[in-house]
């Protein structure tokens, strides 16, 4: 809207004067309303709702200030413009503190001043309207993205909640192995994985698992993982498949299933099979890292990564590798969040003092974890900290 296209009331008590000022602001394009006093002018403008208000300051009944409190109190945007003949500055500053947009001694000799006011109050209104207008929708904006938020929220904690239930829900007793993990995601959800479960009495399985990222899509990658195991250990126990046994072929499959969901997802992952009789570990790595650390009581050793992560390359292959587990008290497996919350400066100090750590048999590596956690260093932490441990804990 230009200033020219707008509606001014005018309200004033003096025909003559009055007269004039239609006259002139009509023929200057304005549309004009009028009123002789400022009972009536505060009927006409609750009727007609104008863009601006010229009112005289002395008037019978309601005067200029009294109708100009009453309009700001209807319309805030609604500027007012006050004429008087006298220059009183009490009479000035008390229109200024009720919001007038501006104010003019009578006789107005030159109109064209009076035409230049209007235009600077109908800008300043229409300025004003629009930053109403903006914050109205900011607010309303802000109003739908916290709904959205709160939603959201509602969301992860659900899926946080699936993503628990299926976690092992406690350690696994077999034999003289004691298997056992802990947790500490980065947001809601977690794109770390973590599970381990009997074949036979002998036989047990556990892997780790690192997803590319953290948060949801990351999470999503995790079940996919998890239910394509879950999968193959009920053919296993049908009878129609024997993956689950090895690793490699295994992870040759879990593989080629995280490419069909063509998310660019990718996820390091170590797998073992545990056989306590045979006293062997059979086990394929997707480029797990760090290294999972074997520990006997003289000594602990990281196996170094190998094998490409599953999920980006269909060409990818996998081996099998077995370690002989006499005398091997414990093996611990952890996601590479780790490293984010240790003080060492350098990757072959923190490697060394995980190997410390994980040879200390009245400190173990939850233990360290425990006291991560105790001192808020995983309050903020980056990336997802897991720790796997399997411990022998009867001679």
């Known amino acids: 809207m230009t200033t020219k296209d707008s509606t001014l009331l005018i309200v004033e008590d003096e025909p003559a004067l009055r007269q004039s000022l239609v006259a002139f602001l009509e023929d200057s394009g304005y549309r004009i309303l009028q009123a002789e006093n400022g009972s009536d002018g505060l009927a006409v403008f609750e009727q007609k709702r104008p863009d601006l208000v010229i009112c005289d300051l002395r008037m019978p009944g309601i ?12 319309s805030a945007c609604t500027p007012v413009i006050l004429l008087s ?14 919001g007038a947009a501006d104010y003019l001694i009578k006789p107005v000799v030159d109109l064209r001043v009076l035409e230049c006011a209007i235009d600077r109050a109908i800008d300043r209104s229409c300025l004003l309207q629009e930053n109403i207008q903006y914050r109205q929708k900011l607010e309303q904006r802000n109003k739908e993205l916290q709904e959205h938020v709160d939603r959201l929220k509602l969301d992860l904690q659900a899926g946080r909640a699936v993503q628990q239930q299926l976690l092992p829900s406690e350690p696994l007793l077999i034999a003289d192995y004691r298997i056992s993990f802990d947790m500490e995601p980065s947001s809601y959800l977690s ?6 479960f009997k074949l036979s009495d002998d036989v047990f399985v556990f892997y780790i698992a690192d997803v590319s990222g953290h948060g ?25 498949c024997a993956a689950v046994l090895n690793p490699s072929e295994l992870l040759s499959q879990i593989n080629q299933e995280l490419l069909k969901t063509d998310t660019s997802k990718h996820a390091t992952l170590f797998y073992a099979v545990f056989d306590i009789v045979k006293h062997s570990l059979t086990y ?12 006997t009581e003289q000594k602990c ?3 170094e990564p190998e094998g490409l992560a599953v999920g980006l390359f269909e060409d990818a292959t996998y081996s099998n590798q077995t370690l002989d587990m006499t005398g091997v008290q414990s093996i611990v497996l952890l996601s ?6 240790m003080d060492e ?5 923190k490697e060394a003092r995980l190997l410390e750590i994980a040879g200390q048999p009245d400190h173990t590596m939850h233990h360290y974890l425990s006291e991560l956690r105790n001192n808020g260093k995983t309050k903020h932490a980056p990336d997802d900290i897991t720790v796997l441990t399997v411990e022998k804990y009867r001679n």
């Open 284 to 295: 394929a790595s997707a480029a797990c890292f760090p290294g999972p650390i074997i520990c």
């Open 191 to 196: 794109g770390d994985l973590v599970d381990y």
């Open 63 to 74: 005067d200029g200030l009294e109708l100009l409190k009453r309009i700001s109190n209807a």
């Open 85 to 98: 003949g006298v220059g009183d500055m009490k009479d000035v500053v008390d229109a200024m503190r009720l």
């Open 216 to 240: 949801a899509s990351s999470a999503l990658i995790t079940l996919l993982i998890q239910n394509q195991i879950s999968l193959l250990l009920s053919h296993y126990n049908s009878g129609a």
């Open 301 to 303: 050793e990281m196996l």
């Open 345 to 349: 400066p350098s990757l072959a100090e």
């Open 336 to 341: 590479d969040g780790m490293f984010e919350l």
